[in-house]
């Protein structure tokens, strides 16, 4: 198993940029798929971005398509996600999680390990 830490958040200004990193250990880190959820205050869990084993990008959620872009370094045992031109919509806790798998990496049930969440608040 592998056990993921994310880092990274904080409270930033609308327009503004984080960098968020998720640090994993235990089983290599390559042997999964890695993917960003965010659940804002009383709201589902959603999808915000996946990348595969090697490094390929999955998919966006629409909403950060063109603002968000996530990366791995397999050297480093990392994944990131870099906000930019963030909104306060895009306020939330922000979860990193490892699949076995790239099928439905849209869907939170096909991660079998996540980290604790970092919070993002964004001010307007």
């Known amino acids: 198993q592998v056990q993921l830490v994310e880092s990274g958040g904080g409270l930033v200004q609308a327009g503004g940029s984080l960098r968020l990193s998720c640090a994993a250990s235990?089983?290599?880190?390559?042997?999964?798929?890695m993917g960003w959820f965010r659940q804002a205050p009383g709201k589902e869990r959603e999808f915000v971005a996946a990348?595969?084993?090697?490094?390929?990008?999955?998919s966006y959620e629409d909403s950060v398509k063109g603002r968000f872009t996530t990366s791995r370094d397999n050297a480093k045992n990392t994944v990131y996600l870099q906000m930019n031109s963030v909104k306060p919509e895009d306020t939330a806790v922000y979860f990193c999680?490892?699949?076995?798998?790239?099928?439905?990496?849209?869907?939170?049930?096909?991660?079998?390990?996540w980290g604790q969440g970092t919070q993002v608040t964004v001010s307007s």
């Open positions: 235990g089983r290599p880190f390559s042997s999964y798929v």
């Open positions: 990348v595969t084993r090697n490094g390929d990008i999955l």
């Open positions: 999680a490892a699949s076995y798998s790239s099928s439905n990496y849209y869907y939170t049930r096909k991660y079998a390990y």
